[in-house]
């Protein structure tokens, strides 16, 4: 999708001057993958494109917001994980002793995130290579 970017400076509050309009990048593989859905539901874009524009935008707005909720149950089954874990927790705390206290969750969630990514990554790549040589 494409996101807002603004090609003004930015006023002395932070926030781009009102008269300014956001400019869009474009990503061609995002759109050539929209075409092809569109294409390939032409009913579900016929619904789309007769949607109002006030329903158009709570929509978008709506699957930010779900989008969000995933994020939040993600990261509070992340924390209840490590939490359950007193060697884990033990761990984490230390990794993060010197942060401020309202960093230290967030901080934690992020590192176990990148971990588990990281042993995700490994663990296919030790699987695709059992598989190549018939393991």
């Known amino acids: 999708m494409s ?3 603004t090609s003004a400076p930015p006023s002395a509050g932070g926030n781009a001057a009102p008269t300014d309009q956001p400019t869009f990048r474009t990503n061609p593989e995002v759109d050539a993958k929209i075409d092809a859905y569109i294409k ?4 579900y874009w016929a619904y789309v494109q007769a949607m109002p524009r006030e329903r158009m935008e709570r929509t978008v707005v709506l699957n930010e917001v779900r989008e969000l909720d995933r994020q939040q149950r993600m990261r509070e089954g992340l924390m209840k994980r490590i ?4 060697a884990l927790k033990n ?10 206290d309202d960093q230290k969750e967030g901080v934690i969630a992020q590192i176990a995130r990148s971990t588990r990514r990281a042993v995700a ?3 296919g790549q030790v699987q695709t290579k059992g598989e ?4």
């Not at 939490?83 to 007193?86: A, C, E, L």
């Open 40 to 43: 390939d539901n032409p009913k």
């Open 121 to 123: 990554r490994t663990q």
């Open 91 to 100: 761990a984490y705390e230390t990794l993060v002793k010197d942060l401020p």
């Open 83 to 86: 939490n359950s874990n007193p």
């Open 3 to 5: 996101k807002p970017k």
């Open 132 to 135: 190549a040589v018939g393991v």
